[in-house]
Structure formats: structure tokens, C-alpha cells
């Protein structure tokens, strides 16, 4: 029996951001519809070092395969020259139960499959019409959900903040070259979330930096940082200005991200409604109906997604004789 060994290099050559997005936006679809086989999330916290290991995975439908995926996010390692997120994503046959495929993809997946989710929740909560777009945290989310965005909107101008001022730098330097739109640093989170259309906050803050006083009509968020009980980044009381709240996985919101604060803090409760994305991408839910209306997602990864992007990183790499085989 042999196992396909898929390198980064190889995996970033052969999977992009569009067939991320049409590939999420069907898992979320069969979510909706009952037919994702999806465990509970693992979570190893490591605080002193500011590090965690999340394992998620799902098995969709009748699919030949099933998928494990180990994220890691480690925050201090751009210190070090290092990416924060890594890990790898396994590929089991459904009918042996037998390793069909590793993927080492140090995190790229995991970024790809999560931009693809901001850019899902954007493409039936934004209005259609986008002159800015803001983003807290410049870091690998802050790239990819924009560059996911500008797949399903057009805008004109990027304005950024984040709390380390040489990220922030090369950030507005390299977005332009890479979306073709214009990027300007900021000098506060409230001028980003005044001054935008559509705001995506991505990082791994533990105190919330997003206030209820600056959100406007017509504004959607994406909060996709948040994926930890402890981490948030809009206050509570931003949850209760929405006029549409949306989630991936409201089980999961419910025990992190922003809508488990919410939940604690008493701004919302669960019987609030709170549509999930597979009701969107599945169309019982219309999404945003009016360009006056505010727009909330709180994403906190799912394991569908993992499976998701982890066939079709193994089905690419099978069609063009990527990575080696292993004996087993
Ligand atoms: N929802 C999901 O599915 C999902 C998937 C991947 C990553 N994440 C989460 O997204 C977050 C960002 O991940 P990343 O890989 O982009 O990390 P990253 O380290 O590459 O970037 C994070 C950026 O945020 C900045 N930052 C930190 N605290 C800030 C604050 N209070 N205000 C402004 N800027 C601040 C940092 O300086 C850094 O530039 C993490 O919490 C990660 O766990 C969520």
C-alpha cells in the first residue's frame, strides 16, 4: 500500500484561490443540507508561548475520502523570521480507513480554505458596491481574505492598521502589486472601521478592539480571527448592531469566537436568529436584502472546509503527478 506525500512548494503550485472559494462554498452547502460527518474540535493551548494546535476534519457525504487537519498558529514566530500559522492536512480512504495522502503544507491550505470563507460571507453580506475595504492585522489573513475579497468585489481603496507599525509598513508596500488597488496605513482602528464599506478583522487578539459607537449603516464584518475561547476582537455590544448575524458554525461559535462572548456578555442569545453560511450558499437564506443593513460574520473554521480543500489539494496532485509515494 502507498501513501502520496505532497510537499508545500508542490501544493502552492496546484490549488488556488478561486477553486478554494467554489470548493468551500460547496462543503458549506452540504453542511447545510446534513450530509458532513464533522467531529468537535481539538485544541492544545500552549499560552506561555503563545501557540495552539487545532485538529479538525470531516467526512462529506458519500466521498471515497475523509480528512484530518493539525493547524498550528505560533504568534511569536514572525519574531523569528517565521510564519505564525503551519501544520498539515491528512487524506484517509473512507473504505479502509488507510492514509491516502499527507499534505505538508505548512498552513497554506488552512489560509487558502479561510479567505475562501471571508470571500463567501462577502459575497452575500457586502453590498455590492464597495469603495473601501478595511482590514485589522497585517499578517498572513490580513493578505489572503483581501486577495480572496477582490474574487467576488471590485473596490477601490485598502486601509490597514495594525498594531506593529513594520508589518503594517510592508504590508501597504506589497497589497497594491499583488489586488492592484490602492492601500493606505492608518493610524487607529476606528478610522478603518468609519471609513469602510466592509471590515475584516484577522488577528489573534485577546482584548476586543472593535467598538459598537463606530459601526455604520451598510458595513459588514468578517471577524475570522477569533477562533479561540480566549481570543476577540469586537466588543460584545457590536454583535447586538448587527442586522444580520451570520456564523460558519453556530455549535462551534457558541464556544469560541466572537458569539461566545456575545453569548456570556448577554448581547445576544441563541435564540436569536444567527443564519449559518451554508444557509446562504445553499439559498434558504437571501443574505443582505438592503444596502442600509449591517452585516456581521463570526468564522471560526470548519472542519468541512479542511476536507474540502484537502481532496481537491490530493485530486490536483494526482492529475499532475505531484509529491512521491510512500511505502506503507
Ligand atoms: N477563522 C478561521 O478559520 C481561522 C483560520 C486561520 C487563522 N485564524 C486566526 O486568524 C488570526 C490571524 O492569523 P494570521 O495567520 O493572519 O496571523 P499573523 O501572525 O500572520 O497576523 C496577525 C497580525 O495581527 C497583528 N495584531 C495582533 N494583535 C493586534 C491588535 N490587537 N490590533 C491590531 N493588530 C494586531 C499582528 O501584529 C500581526 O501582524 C489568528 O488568531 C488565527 O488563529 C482563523
Same mark, same amino acid.
Not at 90 to 119: H, I, K, M, Q
Given at each position: 500500500? &502507498?501513501?502520496?506525500?505532497?510537499?508545500?512548494?508542490?501544493?502552492?503550485?496546484?490549488?488556488?484561490?478561486?477553486?478554494?472559494?467554489?470548493?468551500?462554498?460547496?462543503?458549506?452547502?452540504? +453542511?447545510? %443540507?446534513?450530509?458532513?460527518?464533522?467531529?468537535? !474540535?481539538?485544541?492544545?493551548?500552549?499560552?506561555?508561548?503563545?501557540?495552539?494546535?487545532?485538529?479538525?476534519?470531516?467526512?462529506?457525504?458519500?466521498?471515497?475520502?475523509?480528512?484530518?487537519?493539525?493547524? @498550528?498558529?505560533?504568534?511569536?514566530?514572525? +519574531?523569528?523570521?517565521?510564519?505564525?500559522?503551519?501544520?498539515?492536512?491528512?487524506?484517509?480512504?473512507?473504505?479502509?480507513?488507510?492514509?491516502?495522502?499527507?499534505?505538508?503544507?505548512?498552513?497554506?491550505?488552512?489560509?487558502?480554505?479561510? %479567505?475562501?470563507?471571508?470571500?463567501?460571507?462577502? #459575497?452575500? +453580506?457586502?453590498?455590492?458596491?464597495?469603495?473601501?475595504?478595511?482590514? !485589522?492585522?497585517?499578517?498572513?489573513?490580513?493578505?489572503?481574505?483581501?486577495?480572496?475579497?477582490?474574487?467576488?468585489?471590485?473596490?477601490?481603496?485598502?486601509?490597514?492598521?495594525?498594531?506593529?507599525? &513594520?508589518?503594517?509598513?510592508?504590508?501597504?508596500?506589497?497589497?497594491?502589486?499583488?489586488?492592484?488597488?490602492?492601500?493606505?496605513?492608518?493610524?487607529?482602528?476606528? #478610522?478603518?472601521? @468609519?471609513?469602510?464599506?466592509?471590515?475584516?478583522?484577522?488577528?489573534?487578539?485577546?482584548?476586543?478592539?472593535?467598538?459598537?459607537?463606530?459601526?455604520?449603516?451598510?458595513?459588514?464584518?468578517?471577524?475570522?480571527?477569533?477562533?479561540?475561547?480566549?481570543?476577540?476582537?469586537?466588543?460584545?455590544?457590536?454583535?447586538?448592531?448587527?442586522?444580520?448575524?451570520?456564523?460558519?458554525?453556530? !455549535?462551534?461559535?457558541? &464556544?469560541?469566537?466572537?458569539?461566545?462572548?456575545?453569548?456570556?456578555?448577554?448581547?445576544?442569545?441563541?435564540?436569536?436568529?444567527?443564519?449559518?453560511?451554508?444557509?446562504?450558499?445553499?439559498?434558504?437564506?437571501?443574505?443582505? @436584502?438592503?444596502?442600509?443593513?449591517?452585516?456581521?460574520?463570526?468564522?471560526?473554521?470548519?472542519?468541512?472546509?479542511?476536507?474540502?480543500?484537502?481532496?481537491?489539494?490530493? &485530486? #490536483?496532485?494526482?492529475?499532475?503527478?505531484?509529491?512521491?509515494?510512500?511505502? +506503507?
Amino acid at each position: 500500500m &502507498e501513501m502520496l506525500v505532497v510537499g508545500e512548494a508542490d501544493i502552492r503550485r496546484s490549488v488556488d484561490l478561486e477553486e478554494a472559494i467554489s470548493t468551500v462554498e460547496e462543503g458549506f452547502t452540504h +453542511l447545510a %443540507a446534513g450530509e458532513v460527518n464533522l467531529p468537535p !474540535v481539538m485544541s492544545l493551548e500552549l499560552p506561555e508561548r503563545r501557540g495552539e494546535l487545532h485538529v479538525k476534519g470531516a467526512h462529506i457525504a458519500d466521498a471515497s475520502s475523509f480528512v484530518v487537519k493539525l493547524a @498550528t498558529g505560533f504568534y511569536d514566530n514572525p +519574531l523569528i523570521g517565521l510564519p505564525s500559522g503551519g501544520g498539515m492536512m491528512l487524506v484517509f480512504s473512507a473504505r479502509t480507513g488507510f492514509p491516502e495522502a499527507l499534505l505538508l503544507d505548512n498552513g497554506y491550505l488552512t489560509d487558502l480554505r479561510t %479567505a475562501a470563507a471571508g470571500a463567501i460571507a462577502a #459575497k452575500y +453580506l457586502a453590498k455590492q458596491e464597495l469603495s473601501t475595504v478595511g482590514v !485589522v492585522g497585517a499578517g498572513a489573513q490580513g493578505r489572503y481574505q483581501v486577495m480572496a475579497l477582490a474574487k467576488v468585489r471590485r473596490f477601490e481603496k485598502l486601509l490597514a492598521y495594525d498594531i506593529d507599525r &513594520e508589518r503594517l509598513e510592508r504590508y501597504v508596500k506589497e497589497m497594491p502589486e499583488t489586488i492592484g488597488v490602492n492601500c493606505q496605513a492608518v493610524e487607529s482602528v476606528q #478610522k478603518v472601521v @468609519t471609513e469602510s464599506d466592509l471590515l475584516v478583522t484577522a488577528t489573534p487578539a485577546t482584548e476586543p478592539y472593535v467598538r459598537a459607537r463606530w459601526v455604520h449603516p451598510g458595513l459588514h464584518i468578517t471577524a475570522m480571527g477569533s477562533d479561540s475561547p480566549d481570543k476577540q476582537e469586537l466588543a460584545s455590544e457590536v454583535l447586538a448592531r448587527a442586522d444580520l448575524l451570520v456564523c460558519d458554525l453556530r !455549535v462551534q461559535c457558541f &464556544e469560541r469566537g466572537e458569539l461566545h462572548h456575545g453569548l456570556r456578555e448577554g448581547t445576544i442569545a441563541e435564540e436569536d436568529e444567527i443564519v449559518e453560511l451554508g444557509e446562504l450558499t445553499s439559498g434558504r437564506h437571501p443574505g443582505r @436584502t438592503d444596502d442600509s443593513q449591517v452585516t456581521i460574520c463570526d468564522l471560526t473554521g470548519v472542519g468541512v472546509q479542511d476536507a474540502g480543500i484537502a481532496t481537491l489539494a490530493y &485530486e #490536483k496532485a494526482l492529475q499532475s503527478g505531484l509529491g512521491s509515494s510512500l511505502e +506503507l
